[in-house]
């Protein structure tokens, strides 16, 4: 009988910590950009923020990689999104206004 309310608690803990957001690929118009490996050494390395409303559906800030491409003149690309350790304590704050926020990375070669 004392686990259901542990349960509850724990079912509510874990549907304010989930979430998602999408981010996108995308060369600007005209670009010949390739997908790099994993294990190649990249020169340039951005992290930025995007912020996601409704749970992750749809996005607040770019979630593409457009601007990045262009402004580092990237040919090869990769990109990778996390949470930091505190974008995991504040989403499940900001989770009660269906706000998320996610980190972007991207890595690249000119």
Same mark, same amino acid.
């Given at each position: 009988?004392?686990?259901?309310?542990?349960?509850?608690?724990?079912?509510?803990?874990?549907?304010?910590?989930?979430?998602?957001?999408?981010?996108?690929?995308?060369?600007?118009?005209? *670009? /010949? @950009?390739? $997908?790099?490996?994993?294990? +190649?050494?990249? !020169?340039?390395?951005?992290?930025?923020?995007?912020?996601?409303?409704?749970?992750?559906?749809?996005?607040?800030?770019?979630?593409?990689?457009?601007?990045?491409?262009?402004?580092?003149?990237? *040919? /090869? @690309?990769? $990109?990778?999104?996390?949470? +930091?350790?505190? !974008?995991?304590?504040?989403?499940?704050?900001?989770?009660?206004?269906?706000?998320?926020?996610?980190?972007?990375?991207?890595?690249?070669?000119?």
């Amino acid at each position: 009988m004392t686990r259901r309310p542990i349960l509850r608690c724990l079912f509510a803990v874990g549907l304010l910590t989930l979430g998602c957001g999408t981010t996108h690929l995308v060369a600007p118009p005209g *670009r /010949e @950009v390739y $997908i790099m490996p994993a294990d +190649k050494p990249a !020169e340039v390395h951005v992290e930025r923020t995007i912020w996601f409303y409704q749970w992750g559906a749809k996005a607040i800030s770019d979630n593409t990689t457009r601007e990045d491409i262009e402004r580092y003149n990237l *040919r /090869e @690309v990769r $990109i990778d999104t996390y949470q +930091k350790w505190y !974008e995991m304590l504040m989403n499940p704050i900001t989770s009660l206004v269906s706000i998320q926020r996610r980190t972007l990375i991207v890595e690249g070669n000119p």
